[in-house]
């Protein structure tokens, strides 16, 4: 439990955690991928009036870890190690979507979130 907690600055994981999950609203808003992301895996947003709650949820505790894992990595001086897990989740991630038959860009318009975010936090651990 101690790989877990010892050495973490814990500033440093908040702040990346806000800012990557900021970073979302932007990236899959109109002003940057939003639109041709909704249209690439058929959802139609422009009758969206409420933020899909539970998603939103699951995507804070999501980010929330990841940032938390990339404070862990830091303070053991293994932060090459999130480059690995971060792009085996970036595969993962593409097989499913795969499975699922999204079309090109949507998986890369989600994987590409996925590496910014990590960027974005391990930024933040260099700053904080």
């Known amino acids: 439990m101690n790989e877990l907690l010892d050495g973490v600055n814990w500033l440093a994981v ?3 955690f806000m800012a990557a999950y900021l970073l979302g609203w ?5 002003k940057l991928f ?25 995507q804070a505790v999501g980010t929330f870890l990841l ?14 190690t ?7 989740l970036m595969t993962l991630m593409a097989a499913g ?6 079309p090109g860009s949507a998986i890369a318009i ?9 960027v974005l936090m391990i930024i933040c651990q260099g700053i904080f």
């Open 67 to 80: 940032s938390w894992l990339v404070g862990i990595t830091a303070a053991s001086n293994a932060l090459l």
């Open 97 to 102: 979507s795969m499975y699922c038959k999204k």
């Open 34 to 58: 939003g639109s041709k992301w909704a249209e690439a895996v058929g959802i139609d947003m422009s009758g969206e009036t409420e933020m899909p709650a539970m998603a939103m949820f699951v």
């Open 26 to 30: 932007l990236w899959y808003s109109p």
């Open 110 to 118: 989600e994987m590409g979130y996925v590496f910014t975010m990590v």
């Open 82 to 88: 999130i480059i690995l897990i971060a792009v085996t």
């Open 14 to 16: 908040i702040v990346g």
